[in-house]
């Protein structure tokens, strides 16, 4: 499966990378040679601690240059009145006569207990493209799904807050 990427996402993923390797894979090098120097490996808690953090580390990078390598580049840009991805949307949620608010972003920015929604999930693919007072079906499941009323559409942007999501 193809990730979808805005190009922020791009860029923020290769800043990751290059400093995961100028930075955190000098220091994971040079703390796994000062605990090879404390001599005895097979009982060296140092040791095995900074080799498992510089192969973490080497893991991130490999993630983060496959997921480039697979990724597709999707616009950021929406209508002013439909939804699209960093659009922040007030929903009505007639199940629970409730009102949430989210934020729409790509999957690898999503953090639902911080109001981030994918545009993978069920709620991202039933909004996204929507407009004000447009009554949508959120799919969940096979045997569920609840209808949602947009309330409000506002073009919000990308945060200095919005992390990648690790593994």
């Known amino acids: 499966m193809k990730d979808k990427l805005t190009k922020s996402d791009v860029k923020k993923i290769e800043e990751e990378i290059e400093h995961r390797k100028l930075v955190v894979r000098k220091a994971a090098i040079e703390a796994v040679k000062e605990a090879r120097a404390h001599g005895d490996l097979s009982e060296n808690f140092e040791y095995h601690a900074a080799k498992k953090d510089k192969n973490q580390n080497e893991s991130r990078i490999r993630y983060l240059e496959r997921m480039l390598k697979n990724a597709v580049i999707v616009d950021d840009s929406s209508a002013e009145d439909e939804v699209g991805i960093n659009n922040t949307v007030e929903l009505y949620i007639e199940e629970d006569d409730e009102t949430e608010v989210y934020r729409l972003v790509t999957s690898i920015r999503g953090s639902s207990l911080n109001g981030l929604i994918s545009i993978e999930s069920p709620l991202g693919k039933a909004i996204i493209g929507h407009k004000v007072n447009d009554r949508v079906y959120i799919k969940v499941n096979d045997d ?24």
């Open 144 to 167: 569920y799904g609840y209808y949602a009323v947009i309330k409000k559409i506002e073009n919000t942007q990308e945060e200095e807050t919005d992390h990648i999501r690790s593994y």
